[in-house]
């Protein structure tokens, strides 16, 4: 098979500064708008809700420790110890033997039938309990917490990094970058803007806009494929959120179908819970509007490299066959994601024995498929608005003018086709 020549599509420098200059008229309003309500969305700081306490808060003489298993075994409940001789019964449990870190005796440790169902103690894992030895004299004077997960997370952590960095390379630490920097925008910004009682469909919109602006620059750079791409997240987040807010509104979503929902609306009562819900639909659907639509700008450019000659419509036309397989693996990437988060849901709504209409109506279910539904729409509808944007800018910077070396090449619809050569 021999080799073939690409073409550079962007020759003309003064049409280049043109597509370029056009872009940016279209983005800079935008960007300012976002700098402009970030400013005055910040967190003031002034409005302080009702602090909720950690769930290790501990009273006086009580202790939150770490100890390791040393061994599990099946004994009479710790619990239960004695309940023969006063006319009750003793149960078996599972008991843990555990060192603690700061050094001394092990001790027993009576592991809750709930963990020991799920992912029962073996020797080696590090643990958190209280020790409520110093203020009762019960036959349990330890109690279970909770794992202690810090070195698996970490370990995880870094294997993706270098996982990212190693098939991306230097792109992929600009990503890991602009991620981190994105994260940090949501807690310094979002949540307490939030927390003040700002209004979350602002708040969420005016995220997004600025974690795609700096996101999408700081990973691909400064150039007309990468403001395509924004100008088309931009077009799909404000897709999602003009369904969003007719869907929550048309379906009576209140928000309030999980318990960390009510306590927050206790606690802050100024936060409206179905905005929050609009919010979070946003943030979710960021990052896969962000995956297809540079992945069409970019589709779009390198088909413009192989037959610049091409007309706008079999650009456009050979564009949308790419973005049509997208779309088709997508949905199924968003739907699929949501039904693993939701798994738990699914599997207790299965029990109920009542219709699967009602099922499927009832709060917590439309919570998530209106977010598989609005998330879905915003992303088919952001692809052919992507990549008629790149057409139009591959278009207007001009094609290549050199010609292939060795002979002609295609161009227009055959060079947009596969050869048999390519052909699986």
Not at 277 to 287: D, K, Q, R, S
Request: aromatic fraction near 6%.
């Amino acid at each position: 098979m021999g080799g073939h020549h690409h073409a550079d599509v962007l020759v003309d420098p003064a049409r280049r500064r043109r597509a370029n200059l056009i872009l940016w008229i279209l983005l800079a309003p935008v960007g300012a708008l976002a700098f402009v309500a970030t400013l005055m969305l910040w967190p003031s700081g002034g409005i302080a809700p009702s602090p909720l306490n950690d769930v290790f808060d501990t009273a006086n003489g009580v202790e939150l420790s770490t100890g390791t298993v040393n061994r599990t075994v099946s004994e009479t409940c710790l619990s239960t110890q004695g309940m023969d001789e006063v006319g009750g019964k003793e149960l078996l449990c599972d008991i843990s033997y555990v060192m603690p870190e700061t050094g001394g005796a092990s001790f027993a440790l009576e592991v809750p039938p709930e963990t020991t169902q799920s992912r029962p103690l073996v020797a080696g894992d590090k643990i958190k309990y209280l020790d409520l030895s110093h203020t009762t004299d019960s036959s349990a004077p330890y109690v279970f917490v909770d794992f202690v997960r810090s070195t698996p997370l970490a370990l995880l952590g870094i294997a993706y990094a270098v996982v990212v960095c190693w098939v991306a390379r230097w792109r992929g630490l600009r990503a890991l970058a602009g991620l981190a920097g994105g994260l940090s925008f949501i807690v310094a910004f979002m949540i307490p803007a939030l927390l003040e009682g700002k209004s979350p469909m602002l708040v969420g919109l005016t995220t997004s806009t600025i974690v795609m602006f700096a996101a999408l620059y700081f990973a691909h750079g400064f150039s007309a494929r990468t403001s395509t791409a924004l100008l088309g997240t931009l077009f799909g987040l404000g897709v999602t959120a003009a369904i969003a807010v007719w869907a929550t509104d048309a379906a009576a979503l209140t928000g309030a179908t999980e318990d960390s929902a009510l306590t927050l609306s206790t606690v802050v009562p100024e936060l409206s819970l179905s905005g929050l819900l609009l919010c979070g639909l946003l943030i979710a659907g960021m990052g896969v509007l962000n995956d297809v639509t540079i992945t069409q700008s970019s589709a779009v450019w390198e088909l413009a490299e192989i037959a610049p000659h091409s007309s706008a419509k079999q650009l456009f036309t050979a564009g949308m066959r790419i973005g049509r397989d997208h779309i088709a693996s997508t949905v199924y990437t968003i739907a699929f994601a949501y039904a693993g988060a939701a798994l738990p849901i699914l599997v207790l709504v299965s029990l109920y024995d009542r219709p699967l209409v009602d099922t499927l109506t009832t709060g917590q279910m439309a919570e998530e498929i209106i977010r598989i539904l609005v998330g879905s729409i915003g992303l088919v509808l952001a692809i052919p608005v992507t990549t008629a944007i790149a057409v139009a800018v591959v278009k207007a910077t001009g094609p290549g003018a050199k010609a292939p070396e060795g002979g002609s090449k295609p161009s227009g619809r055959r060079a947009l086709q596969p050869t048999g050569s390519e052909v699986d």
